[in-house]
């Protein structure tokens, strides 16, 4: 049977909506319980009172909590989770999301360098090899700027990484900037904007989302989601005086002395913010990801692990009756 032209694209067409359509739906957290919110605003008042001499505010703190327990019915919590703030490295777990999606869909290939750059931007949070995954992901370089048409023909490849979690359904976030260790010069800080108005932005909610997937194998595939969590596994057991190591310095923090639980995360951190995504097994079962956002209390550690502290108390109790019978988020 002869199929021409047009009819194959069609069909081609037909068959990318409806796989989009299955990537964009993957997720879907439902509406918290009374008792998951109630854990979550707990969580946030607890902290808001144990700072309030360090003059922290409700809105200097985003938290949001997804409980896996039974990983095909999540539940959703969160207090001021749709807010847009200043994700710091916490994007990189959007670029390590779009690295896999293009290797799987073969938009680039993976070489020594693309790996090396991947494990140093999750595991060491390395601004330098997150650099060059943005090089490699959106096909742009930075460097003196450019004359206005050329630029925005650049920003145009920059937005790649936006489109593709737009098209997921992924709202009020950007994504598009490159981490500085210091600050960005030529087209990357034209690309930013004058005032700062095209900086990377990310919501708790998103955040939480995206982490969600990884943890339950829907982000890109089964495959690739465990490779994603081989990076972001922490030991919240080692000796170090590092107070901004991922694994013990922020919500690790709060699993010190504790026994049988097992950690991932992706940890930011500036001058102004201090965040953490982090994905938590507790031995009596309990699996959810906890995400915490602070802004303008950088040199607070203990505040991201106050949080998490109210949030595992409340977790080791026992699993409400919707994670009855529920299986372990596949890796």
């Not at 009172?49 to 959703?76: G, V, W």
């Not at 598009?176 to 919501?203: I, M």
Request: glycine share 6%.
């Amino acid at each position: 049977m002869k199929i021409n032209l047009t009819t194959a694209l069609l069909v081609f067409a037909l068959s990318c909506a409806a796989a989009h359509a299955q990537r964009r739906s993957s997720f879907a957290p439902t509406a918290s319980t009374a008792s998951l919110q109630e854990l979550v605003d707990n969580a946030a008042h607890t902290a808001l009172a144990k700072f309030a001499d360090k003059k922290l505010t409700e809105n200097q703190l985003s938290i949001t909590l997804i409980d896996l327990r039974d990983p095909s019915h999540p539940l959703q919590a969160s207090f001021r989770g749709n807010e847009r703030i200043y994700p710091a490295s916490v994007v990189k777990l959007f670029y390590l999301g779009a690295v896999h999606r293009w290797l799987e869909d073969k938009k680039i290939q993976e070489t020594d360098e693309l790996k090396r750059a991947v494990r140093d931007m999750i595991v060491d949070s390395s601004n330098e090899a997150t650099q060059y995954v943005v090089d490699v992901l959106t096909q742009t370089t930075g460097g003196f700027e450019l004359s206005p048409k050329e630029m925005e023909e650049w920003q145009n490849k920059r937005n790649a990484v936006n489109r593709y979690y737009s098209g997921l359904g992924y709202m009020n976030i950007n994504v598009n900037q490159k981490t500085f260790c210091e600050d960005a010069y030529g087209r990357e800080k034209v690309s930013r904007g004058p005032n700062g108005e095209n900086r990377n932005k990310l919501t708790t909610d998103a955040t939480a989302r995206l982490l969600s997937e990884i943890v339950t194998g829907r982000a890109v595939s089964q495959a690739r989601s465990g490779q994603m969590m081989e990076l972001l596994k922490r030991d919240y057991t080692r000796a170090t005086t590092d107070t901004d190591d991922q694994g013990i310095g922020f919500s690790g923090i709060a699993l010190q002395g504790m026994t049988g639980v097992k950690l991932w995360s992706k940890a930011g951190w500036t001058s102004t913010t201090r965040h953490d995504a982090a994905y938590i097994e507790l031995p009596n079962g309990a699996k959810f990801v906890l995400v915490t956002f602070t802004v303008d209390h950088a040199n607070e550690s203990q505040i991201i692990p106050t949080v998490a502290k109210v949030v595992i108390d409340g977790m080791r109790s026992e699993p409400p009756a919707s994670a009855a019978g529920s299986r372990s988020p596949q890796r």
